[in-house]
């Protein structure tokens, strides 16, 4: 999330922990420093946008064309921005928090 990444400089720590749970890690191709926001920086998760396309839906579309299951998230503001996309696409991929994905790794045999 650009909060963790762009304005607190934490970009290694959480792909470090998803692949200790033998995730296959695909980035996006706006990632790290140069993050794209799901929109909630913006106040976009409490007001109406303008424009054509909402933000959050920009960035899930990027994330659906990765072809990955599972989208992985570090922020309460990304999980709800992005979920509410997925909704809206009718998308199967998954939204989960990294503490989930760290959660499920666990309960694996």
Do not use: H
Not at 6 to 27: F, S, V, Y
Request: net charge negative; charged share 25%.
């Amino acid at each position: 999330p650009c909060y963790l990444g762009r304005q607190n400089g934490i970009l290694i720590d959480p792909r470090q922990i998803l692949k200790q749970t033998q995730a296959n890690l695909i980035e996006l191709p706006r990632n790290g420093e140069k993050s794209f926001c799901c929109g909630a920086g913006g106040a976009q998760m409490w007001k109406e946008e303008g424009g054509t396309e909402r933000i959050n839906a920009n960035r899930f579309q990027e994330a659906q064309t990765t072809g990955a299951e599972t989208l992985a998230v570090g922020c309460p503001f990304c999980m709800v921005m992005l979920n509410d996309a997925r909704k809206d696409s009718n998308s199967e991929m998954e939204v989960l928090d990294v503490a989930e994905i760290v959660v499920q790794s666990l309960e694996k045999p």
